[in-house]
């Protein structure tokens, strides 16, 4: 799956965008069109950083924050959004199955309704209208090509996505073993996935949704975060996926790399 924040293709459920929480506009700004070649959209008033673009595309949009708290406006870091046909709907669903609303339903400046909620298991994640839009589609260096969510209990958190976003999990298998990692699927093409945080190594940290954008050469994007004031938090590594890494911004927000 790959998209944008101005909308991925309008399918109930599936990735609607991503956006950046950050403290420091510019700073991310130098940092990811330095690292991926992405253009930068400036407010009305030219004053201000508002999303990201790459192309005729756009990648994500761009908001302030304060802190590091992981409450309300306070979040930092890379937040996926799902596309739902009804906001207030999908909230009482959220509600209903154990999840929590961080930010009640608003209307942004071109009138799409969203929210901010909490998962059953507790990984945070936007709720986004589909307005029917259609989306900018690519693969490729720079784009978002893949989405997950890494939560504390596996059932619980597939269980919670079937029955607030209609998903259809599908436990991956290689070699005639399953792995607790499953895609969710919309017709025969895996668009997003959710896994159990503990074979991931990341036993007793909290759930989490991530991003994934292409590399070309994944091992010298990972030495250029590093040049660039980011961190490499894993370095490249093969996996039955594919080769990823995983990387933080100078101001800490996480992101994935993945080899195409």
Known sequence: MHGNEARSSARSGLPGGIGLY?????????????????????????????????????IANVHAAVGRSEDSQHFAGWQISLS?????????????????IVIPRTKDGEGDKRAVVRDSTGARLGVIE??????????????????????????????????VFGWECRLYASEGKTFPYATNRKGESSVCGIG????????GESSMWRVYFGA?????STKRVDELGGKTLSEPRDTPW???????????????????
């Open 22 to 58: 950050t403290p420091d506009a510019g700073e991310a700004a130098d940092f990811y069109r330095a690292l991926f070649s992405w253009d930068i959209v400036s407010s009305d008033s030219q004053t201000e950083i508002s999303a990201f673009s790459l192309g005729s595309g756009m």
């Open 84 to 100: 739902v046909s009804d906001v207030d709907t999908a909230l009482g669903k959220v509600e209903e199955n154990g999840g929590k």
């Open 242 to 260: 594919g080769r990823v890494a995983e990387a933080a911004d100078p101001q800490g927000a996480m992101f994935m790399m993945y080899q195409i």
């Open 216 to 220: 070309e050469d994944i091992d010298s």
């Open 130 to 163: 589909d307005r029917g839009n259609e989306g900018f589609s690519a693969f490729g260096p720079g784009l978002p090509v893949w989405y997950e969510v890494l939560v504390t209990d596996f059932e619980e958190g597939m269980r919670f996505y079937r029955d």
């Open 196 to 203: 159990d945080a503990s074979y991931f190594g990341r036993e």
